[in-house]
């Protein structure tokens, strides 16, 4: 009797020990993932600044998304993450296209496409983020199949792509002004079907709603400094953003809203 | 037999099944660092800012150049592969405060004042751009590394690069 209560003690030390090893283990395995990810995108950062802001926003939104749409603690965990990787294929895309006023030639246009591509190879590159690829580099997956990228339209890359193109909208770029918010909201809803997953655009109005959030012209987070005024029309690298307010202004300084970041060409 | 089983056979299981799933994640914690040591290394490659394989050259000759040396082999080869990346990205992806040390040491220590592991990475990194130039030939590119470098272990470096590469002519 004795010496069962002496084995089952020993046998609940050595599982107690064993689980606490697993614990230890499974947190070095999350936090080189968690570094793995904040690599990247500080490289990003460094390399191009509004670049680095606007993953970060990508994500926030793609979470607000992903939230609505009742998906569990560790599927958005996996989406935030994808969403703030979507861009890190402009790590091979030069700045000076990246922040090129105005519109891309068409061999310049590629150039920037093939940041798609060399998202997923990046991804593919390291295992504990080849599950994220996917989702991160098929965000300009269409909704109706077509669209550029590798991989397919997954269920994340849907919210990421929806997420991406309003911020792209309701933020000022180099080759365009930030849109209002209703024009950028209006745009998504006629795309929705097409180029964008309904369910996704519903579920970003349905939060923008809920929170009471309002973005774009006159609402920007960051304070953009231009030599020369972007114009109030043109298309991003998703393609959306043609429905502008008119024709640009005269070269002037064009101080939108709150911290300063210089982009020069 | 319910007591073999739940004294013995449970327990058993489940110690085994959670060692197991610990050496699946420490392993996979390993080999998540290494490869973002590789795709860290590919940025500057990326961006342009380098020639194309200049990270993997440069990672491979301070690693021998480390080991000829008696210096740490791995960290030269990890700290080579970093070199031209930012220190920033170095904070945030868990690279081990040493090797971003040496990696600072290597990139902006004064000309002939780089020690150690520092200078082997140093004197590779010099090396590994200059064989990734257009045009460059291997007999310039060990003749303009090595003229750049001569005093200190800047220079020890150089001369074991040297070695290396005639050790490599003379067994090809």
Redesign the interface.
Known sequence: MAE?WV??LA??V??AV??A??C???R??A???H??V???V??LA??DPYTGEHTARVAVYSGWIGEELGWSRRRLARLRQAALLHDVGK??V?NVLLNKPGGLTEAEFREVQRHAH?CDD?LG????LRPLAAAAAGHHRRFDGEGYGAGECSRLSAVVAVADAYDAMTSTRAYRRALPQAVALAELRRRAGTQFDPACVAALLAALARRGEHHGLGHEQTEVVFDTAPPATGLGSAGVGSAGLGSAGAAERAVIASSAHRVRW | MT?LVV??IV??A??AA??A??????W??????Q??V???G??PE???EVPPGTGARAAAAAAAMAYRLGHDASAAATAARLAS??P??LT???IPPDIAAVVHAASNAERGQAGGVAAVVRVAVAYARRLGEAGAQPSGALFTTVVEYPRGDERRAAAALVQLVQDGSSSA
């Open positions: 069962s084995v089952a046998w609940v050595a599982v064993a689980a090893s697993a230890v283990a499974h070095r395995y936090a080189a993932r570094a793995a904040a690599g990247l500080r490289a460094v390399k790590l091979a030069p060399v990046i590159a390291v295992d504990v | 007591a004294l013995w327990p058993a489940a110690s959670l060692a799933a610990a050496l699946r994640w420490a996979g914690a390993r080999q998540a660092r490869q973002t590789a795709v860290l590919l940025v990326l961006a342009g990346t930012h920033d990205v945030v992806s868990g």
